[in-house]
């Protein structure tokens, strides 16, 4: 399985300091290639520590992020017709369908995104639109990373890593401050309904490739 995640769930992983534990588990357990934008080295200044800790929180979360551009590759290959397809489209910038048309050239691929405004833009495509074929079933959001992850590392382990820093996003912050697991479950469960209804290209089950 090719994984193109995008700068939105590295950047919240690395300030929860969960990143190079997610990226171990999708290649170890899920026998995943990783590709992210290449692009993201600059935006956080990671070549300078003390401007990227700065902009990240954490010397951690830069050092975390750090590895994580290095075990990535670059995406290789890419459908142009999906790309043309999103020229227009405003809340899809260019790193992101650049990871949106590399998924769309390969069948087996996932885009693991935190962005609910690009998701949004591609739910509000074209029935005809040849990125919302190309797409369909390709597609994960945070939320349901993050019930993935529960189910497979422990309620705890992920609550806690969140409340470390629940600056990093709002909406899991939200779902992770009850403290009763049934709880949190209906509420990651509820936005990632909500979010389906806006972007029925939503994989139902993202993560059930990872052994």
């Known amino acids: 399985m090719k994984v193109y995640i995008d700068c939105d769930i590295a950047v919240k992983f ?10 171990q588990h999708l290649i170890k357990q899920g026998k995943a290639e990783l590709y992210t934008v290449q692009t993201l080295r600059y935006r956080f200044k990671l070549a300078k520590p003390d401007n990227a800790a700065a902009m990240l929180g954490s010397k ?6 750090v590895e994580f551009v290095k075990v990535c ?8 017709t ?6 227009d489209v405003t809340s899809v910038d260019v790193g992101e369908a650049t990871l949106f048309a590399a998924a769309g050239h390969y069948d ?43 189910g497979r590392w422990g309620f705890e382990i992920v609550r806690k890593a969140i409340a ?13 401050k009850h403290e009763i697991e049934k709880d949190v479950a209906a509420a990651l ?10 972007c ?11 052994s």
């Open 14 to 23: 690395a300030q929860w300091g969960m990143l190079e534990r997610l990226t």
């Open 108 to 150: 087996a691929a996932l885009v693991d995104t935190g962005d609910k405004n690009a998701l949004r833009a591609l739910g509000a495509l074209s029935t005809t639109s040849p990125a919302r074929t190309a797409l369909h079933g390709k597609l994960a959001c945070l939320e349901q990373t993050l019930e993935h992850l529960v």
């Open 73 to 80: 590759k670059p995406p290789l290959g890419f459908s142009k």
């Open 189 to 198: 469960k509820q936005r990632i309904s909500s979010l389906g209804a806006d």
């Open 82 to 87: 999906v790309l043309a397809a999103l020229a």
């Open 60 to 65: 951690k979360a830069v050092e975390q992020l």
């Open 164 to 176: 470390s820093n629940t600056s990093a996003d709002a909406s899991a912050a939200v779902c992770f």
């Open 200 to 210: 029925p290209l939503l994989s139902d089950k993202p993560f059930a490739w990872v």
